[in-house]
Nanobody, 121 residues
Framework: QVQLVESGGGLVQAGGSLTLSCVAS????????MGWYRQAPGKQRELVAV???????NYADSVKGRFTVSRDNTKNTVYLRMNSLKPEDTAAYSC???????????????WGQGTQVTVSS
């Protein structure tokens, strides 16, 4: 079994910063891409940022220049540093990861439960 657990969400004023963390644990052989998604009430889930196992990153246009995704492969952890937060960043943030269990195992995508980020104006 594999689990992804997010932390670091909370309430912050506009212009503030938060750092989210997501730790993968379980029978992990290797982790490929790790990403952050968010879903605001009444809206579809959207990609925020993704980072590959080689460090390549991609961001949603709405967060470029404000958010930074990084990972620590020794800790199976992905981070999302969020600066200059805006009320429109308010959403439930979830991480996912493409994980292979065992050398001959298939590649599957796993999701965390999510952490709430609320930005007040």
């Amino acid at each position: 079994q594999v689990q992804l657990v997010e932390s670091g969400g909370g309430l912050v004023q506009a212009g503030g910063s938060l750092t989210l963390s997501c730790v993968a644990s379980g029978s992990i052989f290797s982790i490929y891409a790790m990403g952050w998604y968010r879903q605001a009430p009444g809206k579809q889930r959207e990609l925020v940022a993704v980072i590959t196992n080689t460090g390549s990153t991609n961001y949603a246009d709405s967060v470029k220049g404000r958010f930074t995704v990084s990972r620590d492969n020794t800790k199976n952890t992905v981070y999302l540093r969020m600066n200059s937060l805006k009320p429109e960043d308010t959403a439930a943030y979830s991480c996912n990861a493409d994980i292979r269990i065992g050398a001959l195992g298939g590649l599957n995508t796993y999701w965390g439960q999510g952490t709430q980020v609320t930005v007040s104006s």
